[in-house]
């Protein structure tokens, strides 16, 4: 079993940053993708970005050029940069990792108020 530990959500007034961090642990025996999703009321669990081993990463279009998202190997740990965030920005954030199975986190709130 792989537990995914998340931080760094809150709020934040539009155009701000925040910086979400995901701590991988447990039987993790190689980890071939970390990522995170998020999802907002109402609405369906979507990417938001993913990195693969090579750093080969993915970006929702509505998100590129605003997120960026690193990974420390040695750490197990995947970060996600948000900048200048948007009122639609406003959602639950889960961390996803795959090593042999997908597993999520619990999930951080993110809002971000006018």
């Known amino acids: 079993q792989v537990q995914l530990v998340e931080s760094g959500g809150g709020l934040v007034q539009a155009g701000g940053s925040l910086r979400l961090s995901c701590a991988a642990s447990?039987?993790?025996?190689?980890?071939?993708?970390m990522g995170w999703y998020r999802q907002a009321p109402g609405k369906q669990r979507e990417l938001v970005a993913v990195?693969?081993?090579?750093?080969?990463?993915n970006y929702a279009d509505s998100v590129k050029g605003r997120f960026t998202i690193s990974r420390d190997n040695a750490k197990n740990t995947v970060y996600l940069q948000m900048n200048s965030l948007k009122l639609e920005d406003t959602a639950v954030y889960y961390c996803?990792?795959?090593?042999?199975?997908?597993?999520w986190g619990q999930g951080t709130q993110v809002t971000v108020s006018s």
């Open positions: 990195i693969n081993v090579g750093i080969y990463t």
């Open positions: 447990g039987s993790i025996f190689s980890i071939d993708s």
């Open positions: 996803t990792v795959f090593s042999r199975s997908r597993y």
